[in-house]
Protein backbone atom coordinates (compact mmCIF):
# COMPACT_ATOMS: atom_id res chain seq x y z
CA UNK A 1 0.00 0.00 0.00
CA UNK A 2 1.60 3.59 -0.84
CA UNK A 3 0.92 5.75 1.68
CA UNK A 4 0.91 9.58 1.35
CA UNK A 5 1.82 12.20 4.12
CA UNK A 6 0.15 15.26 4.34
CA UNK A 7 1.69 17.90 6.99
CA UNK A 8 -0.12 21.38 6.68
CA UNK A 9 2.04 23.69 8.70
CA UNK A 10 1.65 27.78 9.68
CA UNK A 11 5.04 29.62 11.19
CA UNK A 12 6.05 26.19 12.17
CA UNK A 13 10.06 25.93 10.73
CA UNK A 14 11.76 24.82 13.37
CA UNK A 15 9.11 21.81 14.73
CA UNK A 16 8.31 21.20 11.04
CA UNK A 17 11.84 20.31 10.28
CA UNK A 18 11.85 17.34 13.09
CA UNK A 19 8.86 16.06 11.96
CA UNK A 20 10.36 15.96 8.19
CA UNK A 21 13.37 14.16 9.43
CA UNK A 22 10.76 11.93 11.33
CA UNK A 23 9.23 10.90 8.36
CA UNK A 24 12.50 9.95 6.17
CA UNK A 25 13.35 7.39 7.83
CA UNK A 26 9.93 5.70 7.36
CA UNK A 27 9.94 5.14 3.67
CA UNK A 28 6.58 7.32 2.82
CA UNK A 29 5.47 6.61 -0.77
CA UNK A 30 5.24 10.89 -0.92
CA UNK A 31 5.62 14.14 1.43
CA UNK A 32 2.99 16.97 0.95
CA UNK A 33 3.90 19.82 2.95
CA UNK A 34 0.77 22.35 2.77
CA UNK A 35 2.13 25.92 4.16
CA UNK A 36 -0.07 28.47 5.02
CA UNK A 37 0.95 32.25 4.91
CA UNK A 38 3.94 31.64 7.14
CA UNK A 39 6.03 34.27 8.02
CA UNK A 40 8.94 32.41 9.44
CA UNK A 41 10.91 31.11 6.31
CA UNK A 42 9.10 27.58 6.15
CA UNK A 43 8.98 28.32 2.36
CA UNK A 44 12.51 28.05 1.97
CA UNK A 45 13.39 25.16 4.24
CA UNK A 46 11.05 22.85 2.67
CA UNK A 47 12.04 23.74 -0.76
CA UNK A 48 15.75 23.19 0.25
CA UNK A 49 14.76 20.17 1.36
CA UNK A 50 15.20 16.87 -0.99
CA UNK A 51 12.48 14.73 1.06
CA UNK A 52 9.44 16.84 0.74
CA UNK A 53 8.08 15.61 -3.07
CA UNK A 54 5.60 18.56 -2.81
CA UNK A 55 4.69 22.01 -1.49
CA UNK A 56 1.57 23.78 -1.61
CA UNK A 57 1.27 27.24 -0.61
CA UNK A 58 -1.86 28.60 0.25
CA UNK A 59 -3.14 32.07 1.61
CA UNK A 60 -5.78 30.87 4.14
CA UNK A 61 -5.05 30.16 8.06
CA UNK A 62 -7.53 26.91 8.22
CA UNK A 63 -5.98 23.92 8.89
CA UNK A 64 -8.96 21.99 6.89
CA UNK A 65 -8.10 23.98 3.88
CA UNK A 66 -4.56 22.39 4.11
CA UNK A 67 -5.91 19.29 4.74
CA UNK A 68 -7.91 19.77 1.54
CA UNK A 69 -4.99 21.07 -0.60
CA UNK A 70 -2.45 18.42 0.21
CA UNK A 71 -5.32 15.60 0.03
CA UNK A 72 -6.01 16.87 -3.32
CA UNK A 73 -2.12 17.14 -4.79
CA UNK A 74 -1.46 13.21 -3.24
CA UNK A 75 -1.26 10.58 -5.16
CA UNK A 76 -1.27 7.08 -2.52
CA UNK A 77 -3.56 4.41 -2.09
CA UNK A 78 -4.17 6.21 1.41
CA UNK A 79 -3.31 9.14 3.07
CA UNK A 80 -1.83 10.17 6.73
CA UNK A 81 -2.03 13.90 7.88
CA UNK A 82 0.53 15.11 10.44
CA UNK A 83 0.94 17.91 12.49
CA UNK A 84 4.62 19.85 12.21
CA UNK A 85 4.75 19.54 15.77
CA UNK A 86 4.60 15.88 15.83
CA UNK A 87 7.59 13.39 14.90
CA UNK A 88 6.44 9.72 13.93
CA UNK A 89 8.18 6.95 16.13
CA UNK A 90 9.98 3.98 14.59
CA UNK A 91 7.55 1.62 12.94
CA UNK A 92 4.57 4.59 12.44
CA UNK A 93 4.36 3.48 8.76
CA UNK A 94 4.36 -0.20 9.30
CA UNK A 95 1.70 0.17 11.74
CA UNK A 96 -0.52 2.60 9.31
CA UNK A 97 -0.15 0.05 6.67
CA UNK A 98 -1.03 -2.77 8.81
CA UNK A 99 -3.83 -0.66 10.28
CA UNK A 100 -5.57 -0.21 7.23
CA UNK A 101 -5.51 -3.58 5.75
CA UNK A 102 -8.21 -3.94 8.05
CA UNK A 103 -10.46 -0.68 8.76
CA UNK A 104 -10.91 2.25 6.66
CA UNK A 105 -9.17 4.77 9.24
CA UNK A 106 -6.69 4.50 11.71
CA UNK A 107 -4.92 6.78 14.80
CA UNK A 108 -2.89 5.77 17.42
CA UNK A 109 -1.30 7.54 20.57
CA UNK A 110 0.35 11.11 21.46
CA UNK A 111 3.35 10.40 23.38
CA UNK A 112 4.13 13.75 25.41
CA UNK A 113 7.63 14.22 26.42
CA UNK A 114 7.75 15.49 30.43
CA UNK A 115 10.46 16.53 32.79
CA UNK A 116 9.45 13.33 34.95
CA UNK A 117 8.74 10.54 32.08
CA UNK A 118 6.36 10.21 29.37
CA UNK A 119 2.69 11.08 28.83
CA UNK A 120 0.34 9.19 26.52
CA UNK A 121 -3.47 9.43 25.27
CA UNK A 122 -5.97 6.82 24.59
CA UNK A 123 -8.40 5.84 22.52
CA UNK A 124 -11.73 7.95 22.92
CA UNK A 125 -14.77 7.19 21.80
CA UNK A 126 -18.68 7.82 22.51
CA UNK A 127 -21.99 6.36 21.39
CA UNK A 128 -24.22 9.29 20.08
CA UNK A 129 -27.73 8.22 18.21
CA UNK A 130 -27.12 4.80 17.80
CA UNK A 131 -23.47 5.55 16.44
CA UNK A 132 -20.07 4.34 17.57
CA UNK A 133 -17.90 7.72 17.17
CA UNK A 134 -14.01 7.00 17.60
CA UNK A 135 -12.13 10.51 17.87
CA UNK A 136 -8.53 10.97 16.51
CA UNK A 137 -5.88 13.11 16.75
CA UNK A 138 -6.14 15.22 13.60
CA UNK A 139 -2.44 15.39 13.48
CA UNK A 140 -2.05 11.85 13.58
CA UNK A 141 -4.49 9.62 11.54
CA UNK A 142 -4.23 7.79 8.23
CA UNK A 143 -7.38 7.61 5.81
CA UNK A 144 -7.92 4.84 2.64
CA UNK A 145 -8.15 6.96 -0.15
CA UNK A 146 -12.13 5.29 -0.90
CA UNK A 147 -13.16 6.74 2.19
CA UNK A 148 -11.98 10.31 2.41
CA UNK A 149 -13.65 10.67 -1.39
CA UNK A 150 -16.55 9.47 0.52
CA UNK A 151 -16.09 11.95 2.92
CA UNK A 152 -15.06 14.79 0.52
CA UNK A 153 -12.56 15.67 3.06
CA UNK A 154 -12.29 18.35 5.44
CA UNK A 155 -15.18 20.52 6.48
CA UNK A 156 -13.60 23.98 5.50
CA UNK A 157 -16.36 25.81 7.34
CA UNK A 158 -14.47 25.00 10.65
CA UNK A 159 -11.01 26.50 11.64
CA UNK A 160 -10.98 24.77 14.74
CA UNK A 161 -12.97 21.05 15.28
CA UNK A 162 -12.30 20.09 11.77
CA UNK A 163 -11.34 15.77 12.96
CA UNK A 164 -14.07 16.18 15.72
CA UNK A 165 -16.28 16.59 13.01
CA UNK A 166 -14.68 13.82 10.28
CA UNK A 167 -15.21 11.55 13.03
CA UNK A 168 -18.83 11.67 13.41
CA UNK A 169 -19.13 11.41 9.39
CA UNK A 170 -17.23 8.15 9.74
CA UNK A 171 -19.29 6.91 11.90
CA UNK A 172 -22.12 8.41 9.95
CA UNK A 173 -21.35 6.49 6.68
CA UNK A 174 -21.30 3.05 8.64
CA UNK A 175 -17.31 3.34 8.83
CA UNK A 176 -15.01 2.64 11.68
CA UNK A 177 -11.34 4.44 12.96
CA UNK A 178 -9.16 2.17 14.50
CA UNK A 179 -6.91 2.65 16.66
CA UNK A 180 -3.23 1.07 16.56
CA UNK A 181 -0.77 1.65 19.43
CA UNK A 182 2.07 0.97 16.92
CA UNK A 183 1.08 4.52 15.22
CA UNK A 184 3.40 6.54 17.69
CA UNK A 185 3.94 10.28 17.45
CA UNK A 186 5.80 11.88 19.91
CA UNK A 187 5.99 16.03 20.46
CA UNK A 188 7.89 18.03 23.55
CA UNK A 189 5.19 18.92 26.29
CA UNK A 190 4.72 23.04 26.41
CA UNK A 191 7.14 24.93 27.78
CA UNK A 192 6.33 28.25 29.31
CA UNK A 193 3.71 27.07 31.64
CA UNK A 194 1.32 29.77 31.06
CA UNK A 195 -2.31 28.54 30.17
CA UNK A 196 -3.84 28.91 26.48
CA UNK A 197 -6.49 31.80 25.95
CA UNK A 198 -9.32 30.06 24.35
CA UNK A 199 -11.13 31.05 21.58
CA UNK A 200 -15.11 30.69 23.06
CA UNK A 201 -16.67 31.76 20.60
CA UNK A 202 -15.27 29.65 17.80
CA UNK A 203 -14.70 26.73 20.17
CA UNK A 204 -18.50 26.55 20.52
CA UNK A 205 -19.30 27.73 17.12
CA UNK A 206 -17.50 24.53 15.80
CA UNK A 207 -19.13 22.42 18.78
CA UNK A 208 -22.74 23.33 17.77
CA UNK A 209 -22.27 23.45 14.22
CA UNK A 210 -20.96 19.87 13.81
CA UNK A 211 -23.36 18.52 16.36
CA UNK A 212 -26.14 20.06 14.76
CA UNK A 213 -24.98 19.23 11.02
CA UNK A 214 -24.37 15.90 11.60
CA UNK A 215 -27.57 15.26 14.36
CA UNK A 216 -30.47 17.64 13.22
CA UNK A 217 -32.64 19.42 15.91
CA UNK A 218 -32.97 15.98 18.57
CA UNK A 219 -32.35 17.04 21.68
CA UNK A 220 -28.52 15.36 22.04
CA UNK A 221 -27.33 18.95 20.07
CA UNK A 222 -28.68 21.07 22.99
CA UNK A 223 -27.90 18.75 25.22
CA UNK A 224 -24.52 17.90 24.43
CA UNK A 225 -23.46 21.76 23.70
CA UNK A 226 -25.28 22.54 26.96
CA UNK A 227 -22.93 19.92 29.14
CA UNK A 228 -19.63 21.73 27.63
CA UNK A 229 -21.08 24.84 28.18
CA UNK A 230 -21.78 23.93 31.88
CA UNK A 231 -17.97 22.45 32.87
CA UNK A 232 -16.25 25.10 31.28
CA UNK A 233 -18.54 27.68 33.05
CA UNK A 234 -17.64 25.88 36.25
CA UNK A 235 -13.96 26.04 35.73
CA UNK A 236 -14.23 29.64 34.49
CA UNK A 237 -15.61 30.61 37.93
CA UNK A 238 -13.04 28.44 39.89
CA UNK A 239 -10.44 30.87 38.53
CA UNK A 240 -12.49 34.01 38.96
CA UNK A 241 -13.11 32.39 43.19
CA UNK A 242 -8.95 31.91 43.15
CA UNK A 243 -8.65 35.16 41.99
CA UNK A 244 -7.23 34.17 38.65
CA UNK A 245 -9.40 35.75 36.84
CA UNK A 246 -11.76 39.13 36.78
CA UNK A 247 -15.65 38.44 37.04
CA UNK A 248 -16.21 40.40 34.36
CA UNK A 249 -14.58 38.19 32.35
CA UNK A 250 -16.57 35.20 33.01
CA UNK A 251 -19.86 37.07 31.99
CA UNK A 252 -18.03 37.90 28.70
CA UNK A 253 -16.74 34.44 28.23
CA UNK A 254 -20.64 33.57 28.62
CA UNK A 255 -21.36 35.91 26.24
CA UNK A 256 -18.97 34.66 23.72
CA UNK A 257 -20.28 30.99 23.95
CA UNK A 258 -23.72 32.11 23.61
CA UNK A 259 -23.10 33.73 20.71
CA UNK A 260 -20.79 31.51 18.98
CA UNK A 261 -23.06 28.10 19.61
CA UNK A 262 -25.97 30.08 18.28
CA UNK A 263 -24.47 30.79 14.99
CA UNK A 264 -23.12 26.94 14.90
CA UNK A 265 -26.50 25.92 15.18
CA UNK A 266 -28.02 27.51 12.70
CA UNK A 267 -25.40 27.37 9.72
CA UNK A 268 -25.31 23.64 11.06
CA UNK A 269 -28.58 22.95 10.56
CA UNK A 270 -28.68 25.10 7.19
CA UNK A 271 -25.36 22.45 5.85
CA UNK A 272 -27.53 19.62 7.01
CA UNK A 273 -30.10 20.92 4.80
CA UNK A 274 -27.92 21.95 2.16
CA UNK A 275 -25.94 18.72 1.80
CA UNK A 276 -28.46 15.56 2.89
CA UNK A 277 -26.08 13.09 2.08
CA UNK A 278 -24.07 10.97 4.38
CA UNK A 279 -20.86 12.29 4.45
CA UNK A 280 -22.68 15.86 5.47
CA UNK A 281 -19.84 17.63 3.76
CA UNK A 282 -21.21 21.02 1.93
CA UNK A 283 -17.83 22.41 1.92
CA UNK A 284 -15.53 19.64 1.26
CA UNK A 285 -13.04 18.90 -1.38
CA UNK A 286 -15.20 18.74 -3.97
CA UNK A 287 -16.90 22.28 -3.26
CA UNK A 288 -13.62 24.32 -4.90
CA UNK A 289 -10.29 24.17 -6.82
CA UNK A 290 -8.77 27.40 -6.13
CA UNK A 291 -7.00 26.83 -2.81
CA UNK A 292 -3.33 26.36 -3.64
CA UNK A 293 -1.36 29.80 -4.80
CA UNK A 294 1.67 28.57 -6.09
CA UNK A 295 2.80 24.26 -5.80
CA UNK A 296 6.53 22.98 -6.02
CA UNK A 297 6.40 19.65 -7.00
CA UNK A 298 9.17 17.50 -7.76
CA UNK A 299 7.61 14.26 -8.57
Known amino acids: MDVSVVVPT ?8 GCLESIAGEGAHEVVVVNGPSTDGTSGM ?3 RTDVDVLVEIDERNVNVARNAGLDR ?6 GFLAPTMAVEPGWLEAVREALSRADAVTGPTHERLDAGVATDTVESRRIRGRQVTYFNGGNVAFTR ?5 LDGF ?28 MCVAQEAATDGGTTERDWRARYRSLAYRLAKN ?7 QFRTLRHAGADAAGALRDVIRGEAKPTSWFGNGREVALGGGR ?12 PNPSRN ?18
Open 146 to 150: ELLAE
Open 264 to 275: GYVDGLWARYTD
Open 215 to 221: YGIHPTV
Open 46 to 48: VRE
Open 74 to 79: SRGDAV
Open 10 to 17: LNDRDQLR
Open 155 to 182: DEYLAVGGARDAAHRVAGIGSEVDWSAG
Open 282 to 299: PRGLSARADRAVAIHDRR
